[in-house]
């Protein structure tokens, strides 16, 4: 198999640290996780570029940079519960993974459930808990969390999910008023009825569809 440890570094360094992230704990992460190992067979070579790029059924999995931006605005130190909206190919959910201690994410296309859970357990994330299933609506057994991290664009930040965060935690998530064009936003719960909301970036991500998104 194709070693590609440089090309991991050298994207950590080209493409993540010279745009300004600095948390220790994600740049760790970023250098940890086998990005080629998301992609579909014979798709690895295009792993390290500065890029989305496609999975199938539509969908993509986020540019290097993105991922680290939005674990970096999730502002976790190690040790945190974290729901994730939007497994796709399971690639952010292992780079959270890295760093919290459990990682709930969802999927709402189920053959990309099933293959994301297929390459966390070969690469042995076993604090990764993947399910089929609308997050719009979040993951009501397992809340509070810590960090919800939404990896779709909706037209508003789903309420549902506000509520399953901790006193004190982030919530980030891209929103926008057309499908595909977002801003990126970081919603921290104060107090129990009490959020406040943050514009981060401009970004693109393809729709979340669901209950509090986009309709089918
Ligand atoms: N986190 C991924 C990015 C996946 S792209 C990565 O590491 O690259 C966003 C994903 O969100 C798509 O797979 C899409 O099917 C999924 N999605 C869209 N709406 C959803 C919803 N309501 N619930 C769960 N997943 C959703």
Avoid at 110 to 127: C, H, K
Avoid at 156 to 176: A, E, M, N, S, W
Wanted: charged share 25%; net charge negative; aromatic share 8%.
């Amino acid at each position: 198999m194709a070693d590609y440890s440089t090309s991991r570094e050298r994207m950590v360094r080209r493409q993540i640290a010279a745009r300004g992230v600095r948390s220790e704990n994600v740049l760790d992460a970023m250098r940890k996780v086998p990005r080629e190992r998301f992609l579909p067979k014979g798709q690895g070579v295009w792993a390290y570029e500065d890029a989305p790029q496609p999975i199938g059924d539509g969908q993509t999995i986020s540019q290097p940079y993105i991922v680290a931006y939005m674990t970096e605005a999730l502002d976790l130190e190690g040790g945190e519960k974290v729901l994730e909206i939007g497994t796709g190919c399971g690639y952010a959910a292992a780079v959270l993974a890295e760093i919290a201690a459990d990682v709930y994410t969802m999927e709402r296309i189920e053959g990309l459930a099933t293959i994301a859970s297929t390459v966390l357990d070969e690469l042995g994330y076993d604090n990764v808990h993947v399910r089929q299933g609308d997050g719009t609506l979040g993951w009501p057994e397992e809340a509070s969390f810590d960090a919800i991290v939404v990896t779709a664009g909706g037209p508003d930040v789903p309420g549902t999910l506000k509520h399953q965060l901790k006193i004190g935690g982030r919530l980030v998530i891209p929103v926008g008023k057309s499908s595909w064009y977002q801003q990126l936003v970081r919603v921290t719960r104060v107090a129990e009825s009490e959020f406040e909301t943050e514009d981060l970036v401009p970004v693109r991500f393809v729709p979340l569809i669901g209950e509090e998104g986009w309709d089918s």
